[in-house]
């Protein structure tokens, strides 16, 4: 936990700065800003603590929406802050608009981020965002993230993108990682979306590590396939390396085994299994958001 850091309830969010403007979904109290009352209640998941529905949250810009909440949370909770820079991480929240997020616009400072690709380590910089890396800040305050799948203890598939190497190394230097997804990531065990689990794999003999990793899970039905680009050549990760992603009939039952299991084969340099790192999900459906906690 970081120095000065205090978490305070899950569900509460103290009152931002007066220009910021009221959260969507939530109403000002004595205690700052809370969720607003739940249009119906949710049922809780097994393995996570009760979800409360915030109504009223498109699931296109919960994503956004929730993601900036996150963070307010974290930093107005923060007490006796020390003249030491906030360290965020950053990944694609804000791709595909061009805009300046809101947390930026002149309503936060002393916030330095850590980018987990080069594509968004460029965006950060033309938004005039701060930079570091790991090697400057090894212990970062706060992760926000999306998912490729969610599981009911809150492990997770990630890396479809391609990040999973970078991602991992700095969501694992958090001290909170928050992840910021819609419903349609949910599964019930790992690999179940029966869409791919990368695994990145250095170039040399990328084949044979291929054939290897395909047959560690024969039983679940597993298919392997090394991911192409655009122009159908392999796909480079931003550390020079392939992505191998496995394609599961079955879900993976154990998900800890499965990791070390991968991570045993030499020329295999990360997978995609995130696993006990999460703190909590966001999770937007066509009625509203949940908050997964463990
Ligand atoms: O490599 C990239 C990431 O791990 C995931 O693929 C990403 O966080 C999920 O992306 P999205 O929320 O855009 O579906």
């Not at 974290?74 to 020390?82: E, F, K, Y």
């Not at 950060?124 to 009911?152: C, K, M, Q, R």
């Not at 392997?224 to 392999?234: I, V």
């Not at 006990?276 to 999900?281: E, I, L």
């Amino acid at each position: 936990m970081p120095q000065g850091y205090m978490p305070s309830p899950p569900l509460h969010m103290p009152s931002p700065p007066v220009h910021m403007p009221s959260p969507q979904g939530y109403i000002p109290s004595p205690q700052g800003y809370i969720p607003s009352p739940p249009a119906e209640s949710s049922e809780s998941r097994e393995g996570a603590s009760p979800g409360t529905r915030l109504p009223h949250v498109a699931s296109n810009s919960a994503k956004t929406r929730f993601g900036q909440i996150a963070l307010h949370h974290t930093l107005v909770n923060r007490r006796a802050p020390t003249q030491k820079p906030f360290s965020v991480r950053f990944n694609g929240s804000f791709r595909g608009r061009q805009t300046r997020p809101t947390p930026f616009h002149g309503q936060l400072s002393n916030i330095i981020g850590i980018p987990t690709s080069k594509r968004t380590q460029e965006q950060a910089a033309s938004l005039n965002i701060p930079l570091s890396t790991l090697d400057s800040h090894p212990h970062i305050d706060l992760a926000i993230d999306g998912a490729d799948e969610v599981d009911p203890n809150l492990d997770l598939v990630k890396g479809r993108g391609g990040a999973l190497l970078r991602e991992k190394m700095v969501e694992a230097a958090s001290s909170s990682f928050i992840v910021v997804a819609d419903d349609s990531k949910l599964v019930s065990g790992l690999g179940g979306s029966g869409l791919a689990m990368p695994v990145e794999v250095v170039q040399f003999c990328w084949k044979y590590n291929l054939v290897r990793l395909q047959g560690l899970f024969k039983e679940l039905g597993c298919e392997a396939k090394l991911r192409l680009d655009g122009s159908e050549k392999p796909y480079v990760t931003d550390n020079g390396n392939y992505i191998v992603d496995l394609y599961f009939q079955n879900p993976i039952k154990d998900g800890f085994g499965a990791g070390k299991e991968i991570s045993a084969l030499e020329g295999v340099v990360e997978h995609g299994l995130f696993l006990g790192m999460a703190t909590s999900v966001i999770i937007a459906g066509k009625t509203g958001v949940e908050i997964m906690t463990k």
